[in-house]
């Protein structure tokens, strides 16, 4: 069943797209958790991170590069940035096609060691 991220990919609804290729599309979230908060998605489909097989990690490599792109692009690939990835609903995730979330243009909190 199409997502919300694959309707964004087919153009059927409005989104602010601020990256593309042939395998990834990265859009504004439209509730940001930071001052840059984009979302990588992979226009192929997997429902969650477990999807992916073990011989495509290029799928999920994509996703980081292009966070990486975008950053550097932007100019604050210097001073920081977070890229988190939800897997299924005890790990956040609410639309069930993996994607990536950029956060950045701020000092984030520190989470974990």
Known sequence: MPTLFHKIIRREIPAD???EDEHVIGFRDISPQ???HVL????ETFAT?????ADRPEVVG???LAAA???KAQGFDEDGY???MNCNGDGGQTVFQIHLHLLAGAALG????
Do not use: D, M, Q, S
């Open 82 to 84: 977070r890229i988190v």
């Open 34 to 36: 930071a001052p840059v």
């Open 69 to 71: 792109a975008y950053a």
């Open 49 to 53: 991170l477990n999807e992916v097989p």
């Open 62 to 64: 994509r996703l980081a």
């Open 17 to 19: 797209i601020v990256f």
């Open 40 to 43: 990588f998605v992979p226009k």
């Open 110 to 113: 520190r989470f974990g060691a």
